[in-house]
């Protein structure tokens, strides 16, 4: 089992930055992959960045490379996405999600998730 919790949303102008985290718990949480998922009003939940368990591995939606990183400090538990020249369209509740080792793309394929945290960009 794995308990999550993320912070870190807020309002931003466009062009600005927020650093999101998500605390985790739980005795497995060493060995999971983390990955970040969003979804705005009216839309479905997609997936944002995922990384493996040792940090080496990473993958983005096409939307959002180069402009956010994913990272995680197993020492803290934490994973954490940086999201610089934000947009507009980024607008949603973000959800963090776990699942063992490696990383995946598929919200069905995340049996973890957190309550999400707000992220609203003003134009």
């Known amino acids: 089992q794995v308990q999550l919790v993320e912070s870190g949303g807020g309002l931003v102008q466009a062009g600005g930055s927020l650093r999101l985290s998500c605390a985790a718990s739980?005795?497995?949480?060493?060995?999971?992959?983390m990955g970040w998922f969003r979804q705005a009003p009216g839309k479905e939940r997609e997936f944002v960045a995922a990384i493996n368990w040792s940090g080496g591995d990473t993958n983005y939606a096409d939307s959002v490379k180069g402009r956010f990183t994913i990272s995680r400090d197993n020492a803290k538990n934490t994973v954490y996405l940086q999201m610089n020249s934000l947009k507009p369209e980024d607008t949603a509740v973000y959800y963090c999600?776990?699942?063992?080792?490696?990383?995946?793309?598929?919200?069905?394929?995340?049996?973890?998730w957190g309550q999400g945290t707000q992220v609203t960009v003003s134009s």
């Open positions: 999600a776990a699942r063992p080792f490696t990383i995946a793309t598929l919200n069905n394929e995340y049996p973890y």
């Open positions: 739980g005795r497995t949480y060493s060995t999971t992959a």
